[in-house]
Nanobody, 124 residues
Framework: QVQLVESGGGLVQAGESLRLSCAAS????????MGWFRQAPGKEREFVGG????????DYADSLKGRFTISRDNAKKTVYLQMNSLKPEDTAVYYC?????????????????WGQGTQVTVSS
């Protein structure tokens, strides 16, 4: 069993930055791929990005490349999502998730455990 807890969300103005954290507990953390997703009201949950267990590979949604950065600290069992130059359209609930699948899958169905989500609101 794995537990994931996101934190760091909040209300910011357009152009500002936020860093989200996802703390994992339970099974061995270092061998998993961690993904970040987001879901805006009335929309489907979408892939934001992910990072492999070694931290050697990352992948991002094309529209977010250059603004969002994912990193991880296996010793702390924590993954981070650094979000810069935030836009109102980034407003959503952000979730982290864990998978055993090799690589960085973009589909929600590939992930086995999810956090409860943290709200990010960007005002214009």
């Amino acid at each position: 069993q794995v537990q994931l807890v996101e934190s760091g969300g909040g209300l910011v103005q357009a152009g500002e930055s936020l860093r989200l954290s996802c703390a994992a507990s339970g099974r061995t953390f270092s061998t998993y791929t961690m993904g970040w997703f987001r879901q805006a009201p009335g929309k489907e949950r979408e892939f934001v990005g992910g990072i492999t267990w070694s931290g050697g590979s990352t992948d991002y949604a094309d529209s977010l490349k250059g603004r969002f950065t994912i990193s991880r600290d296996n010793a702390k069992k924590t993954v981070y999502l650094q979000m810069n130059s935030l836009k109102p359209e980034d407003t959503a609930v952000y979730y982290c998730a864990i998978t055993w699948v090799i690589g960085i899958p973009r589909s929600t169905s590939a992930y086995n455990y999810w956090g409860q989500g943290t709200q990010v609101t960007v005002s214009s």
